[in-house]
């Protein structure tokens, strides 16, 4: 079989420790024979980081401008631990928070189904999207401990001189305080970001907030969806004959348990920190989740939700057998590669990558997987596989399929 040709290369950012052996794999066993691989390289493994002052991370980024489509890598968020590890000169920002800062845009998670790991909600046989919005509100808030008796206000001082002011509290002892913000072109890029991923993907879209309540603030969110469904989006959405769908916060919560899922649910920073956590586990593991960015300018990254496994990569380096699961990777390649042959016009690539999608979860649903899996699964006596081998089980099953 002739490899499958690409015309613009993917911005393949590698990342660390055992996600960082999971790529190498991927590549070796299941894209390299089949694709003829163009990508321009970026090694955002933490030593890299350091040696280029972080400008690799920054780079990388660009490139995604540039080229419009990157595949990443698990990549290692420094702390404390890590500046020793690693003698690092500075403790670099995470990776994703500087990618998203250049880029901009949405994070959307969606569940990877499969027929003997059932879903903790019964209801639910699709799976269910979470678009977070990723800026402001209680994650740039300013706080006061209030000591005691006082007046407190929130006021904005115009640059023209103008003073709008609110009194929030008349204190008469202790308590707490809390200012949040947010701005109007954030909230139109999320908005931007969602309806398009919802054309993208041809899922229906719901949107929540608590705008009964707040009725400035949840409000605008509320708006400025509205608006930009009303004039840019409604016509896409009747011909692509899926529907944008406004709630109540509450009432969304309540339709979502009785749902059968297959659609996008765009929250608010603390509704999506919140929700995800509480859908993934409902639907199973976070290796078992694909993650990808979209800008408002339309450019896409590829990644797992999950980090870089530290646990196993140090059973590895003893020489020990690991079992870590490569599905979310190998999903970030495959989304990454559609994307690829999508914009160019290359249906064999997108062929290949729904095969290889195909592919993992025939074999999972095969009874072949890795431990975490093994113990999620109904399967009453499941082939446990190691890293490696479960790999190789996926690429006899996708040879089966091409
Ligand atoms: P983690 O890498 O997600 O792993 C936490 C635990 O979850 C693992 O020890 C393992 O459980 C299980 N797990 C996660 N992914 C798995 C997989 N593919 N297969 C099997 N089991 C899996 O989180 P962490 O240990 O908290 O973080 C490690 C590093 O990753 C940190 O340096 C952090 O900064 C980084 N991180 C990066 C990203 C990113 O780049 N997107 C995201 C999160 C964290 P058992 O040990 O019980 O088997
Ligand atoms: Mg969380």
Redesign the pocket.
């Known amino acids: 079989m002739d490899k499958i040709k690409m015309t613009t290369p993917l911005v393949e950012m590698d990342?660390d420790?055992m996600t960082r052996i999971l790529w190498q794999m991927i590549k070796d066993e299941l894209l390299l024979p089949y694709i003829d691989l163009k990508t321009e390289y970026y090694d955002l493994g933490l030593k890299k980081r350091n040696e280029t002052n972080d400008q690799i991370t920054i780079d990388s980024a660009n490139a995604t401008k540039k080229y419009g489509v990157a595949v990443k890598c698990?990549?290692?968020?420094p702390n404390a631990a890590?500046m020793e590890e690693y003698d690092l000169k500075e403790m670099w920002k995470s990776?994703?928070g500087t990618i998203r800062a250049i880029l901009d845009g949405t994070v959307f998670r969606a569940p990877i189904v499969v027929n003997n790991i059932k879903p903790n909600v019964r209801s639910w046989k699709k799976p269910i999207t979470i678009a977070r919005h990723a800026y402001g509100d209680v994650y740039k808030s300013v706080e006061i401990d209030v000591p005691g008796s006082g007046t407190a206000k929130l006021v904005f001082e115009g640059e023209d001189g103008k003073v709008l002011e609110e009194t929030i509290h008349e204190f008469d002892g202790p308590g707490v305080l809390q200012g949040q913000h947010n701005i109007d072109k954030s909230i139109e890029s999320f908005a931007r970001s969602c309806f398009n991923y919802a054309l993208d993907t041809k899922q229906d879209l719901w949107f929540a907030t608590k705008d009964t309540i707040s009725k400035k603030y949840d409000h605008t969110f509320k708006d400025i969806f509205q608006e930009i469904f009303d004039n840019e989006f409604k016509t896409r959405f009747d011909e692509a004959g899926i529907v944008y769908f406004y709630t109540l916060v509450d009432d969304a919560v309540a339709r979502v348990m009785k749902s059968e899922g297959g659609y996008i649910w765009a929250c608010k920073n603390y509704d999506g920190d919140v929700m995800s956590d509480m859908v993934s586990s409902a639907f199973g593991s976070?290796?078992m989740m694909t993650s990808v960015l979209c800008s408002p300018d339309g450019y896409f990254e590829y990644?797992?939700?999950?980090?870089?496994?530290?646990?196993?990569y140090y059973k590895h380096l003893n020489g020990e057998e690991t079992s870590?699961?490569?599905v979310?990777t190998i999903f970030a390649w495959t989304g990454a590669l559609k994307k690829r042959g999508e914009l160019d016009g290359i249906n064999e690539l997108i062929d290949f990558a729904n095969k290889l999608e195909k592919a993992c979860i025939d074999t999972i649903e095969a009874g072949k997987m890795?431990k975490?899996l093994a113990l999620l699964t109904d399967e009453k006596n499941p082939t446990v596989l190691n890293s490696r081998d479960f790999i190789v089980a996926v690429r006899e099953t996708l040879e089966g399929l091409l």
């Open positions: 990342g420790e698990a990549t290692i968020t890590r990776p994703n976070l290796a990644e797992a939700a999950h980090g870089t496994v530290q646990r196993h870590t699961n490569s979310a890795t975490d």
